[in-house]
């Protein structure tokens, strides 16, 4: 557990002032930020204004933390719902229709531009890339997969884009290890800020403790 506020304040004068609109959150990214709330659901509060707020990572896909905010998703992306298998819908006729869920992508490939298109809507966005380095890791660009070559693309090019920068949208990619992230999104010039959230300290550990005791 870590008072959150100075790399907070860091990341809300970068982004106000104009810096940046895409950042790079690495460093101690597992402990809670405060005695309730980890990483994720600390940035659910902080960024709950918005009308829009993805999360990303390769194993569980495009989540939210509000039903509403998917249900918002899929409207304004006009995503369908998956057309009935034939041979079910005969099966059911005549019986009560059941509703079927969209499903959201888990490729990096079809999530992408999805989610580009989501910071393009007029609608207040927030996307946060969990385990970045899975979708562009460090390496030497010719030994990259096709797909981690087009998300690389997919994330310069969305920390330069005028469009996404005018509609105060906001893009976080989350990492442990800041060199674990390709050399690229690490550049001065790529207009991607990185921002340490420091490791707690004793006494952060030990009021923790404290809080936890007095739950039991």
Known sequence: MKNGQEWVKNLASKYTSGVAHEFIFYGGI???????NDLKSFLS?????RDLICFFNRAEGVTF?????????????GLE???????????????????EEVILPRSPAQA?????????????????LDFAEM??????????????????IFLQRWARDPL???????????????????????????????I???????????????FLRKEE
Do not use: C, W
């Open 45 to 49: 509060q902080f960024l709950g204004g």
């Open 196 to 210: 340490a959230i420091p490791l707690p300290t004793y006494e952060e550990r030990l009021n923790y403790i404290k």
């Open 135 to 152: 979708l562009v890791p460090e390496g030497d660009i010719s030994t990259m997969s096709s797909e981690d070559r087009d998300s690389l």
């Open 112 to 128: 992408l531009p999805l989610l580009e298109k989501a910071l393009k809507l007029d609608s207040k966005t927030a996307i946060i």
């Open 164 to 194: 996404i920068m005018s509609k105060g949208n906001l893009v976080i990619l989350i990492t442990r290890n800041l060199l674990d992230i390709h050399s690229n999104l690490r550049a001065a010039s790529s207009r991607i800020e990185a």
């Open 65 to 77: 933390p509000l039903e509403s905010m998917k249900n918002l998703f899929v409207e304004k992306l």
């Open 81 to 99: 719902k998956p057309a009935p298998d034939p041979s079910f819908a005969a099966l059911m006729a005549g019986q009560e229709e059941e509703t």
């Open 30 to 36: 597992n402990d809670y930020v405060d005695h309730t």
